[in-house]
């Protein structure tokens, strides 16, 4: 489990810092998809809580994910997860981005992701039930173009213009959600983590850009 970078610049694509840039995306993609697990947790136990470089924007959200997945256990955070992300009817919280895009899920910025996504010759698992605006699929999109070995696809060019489309529009604005809600605890800590996270890849596109 990679312990956050400070940096605002990227990498090259083989560096240590871009593998734990794609790592912290493969992460949270797994705390938004479900509850962590018992396996998870323990390795949260084990995680190193000192940042790399100090006075990083990731080292109090980070140090606080840590302090809240130790804090639970893996019941506790499935009934939270349930409480906030599914149940019957409508969840308490939506984690799909046409909802936040455009008020209503599978609106058209559902079918734009699905250009985009075969553009990049990428599928939908039809085994799972999210469809491919949920939160999770996208942090794992953004994990295979930073990580992957497709050089056509796997490249700067193609995180900022995926990010730019389909994250940077609405992600911090379900994190205010989460962090808002009286019920929310452990994701509370993941969303301000998520949020942080968010604002230093803005930033390093930002100066990609200038």
């Not at 489990?1 to 790592?23: I, K, N, Q, V």
């Not at 995306?25 to 938004?32: D, I, N, S, V």
């Not at 559902?110 to 799972?128: G, M």
Request: charged share 20%.
């Amino acid at each position: 489990m990679p312990a956050p970078t400070a940096a605002l610049s990227f990498a090259g694509a083989d560096d240590a810092e871009e593998l734990a840039r794609a790592e912290l995306y493969g992460l949270l993609a797994r705390l938004w998809l479900a509850p962590p697990d018992a396996a998870l947790l323990q390795q949260f136990a084990l995680a190193v809580t000192q940042p790399p470089e100090p006075g990083g924007h990731l080292d109090a959200p980070w140090s606080a994910l840590v302090a809240a997945l130790r804090a639970t256990d893996a019941d506790a955070a499935a009934a939270e997860y349930d409480a906030l992300f599914q149940g019957i009817g409508k969840p308490e919280i939506l984690l799909y981005g046409s909802y936040y895009l455009s008020g209503y899920l599978n609106e058209r910025p559902l079918a734009v992701l699905r250009s985009d996504l075969q553009r990049l010759h990428l599928a939908r698992d039809e085994t799972r039930g999210e469809t491919e605006d949920h939160l999770a699929y996208l942090f794992e999109v953004m994990r295979w173009l930073i990580a992957g070995d497709e050089v056509e696809h796997c490249n700067l060019e193609q995180q900022r213009r995926f990010f730019r489309t389909h994250l940077q529009p609405w992600v911090e604005a379900l994190c205010e959600v989460v962090e808002a809600h009286p019920r929310a605890q452990t994701w509370r800590a993941v969303a301000a983590f998520t949020r942080a996270f968010m604002q230093v890849e803005v930033q390093a596109f930002d100066m990609l850009e200038t």
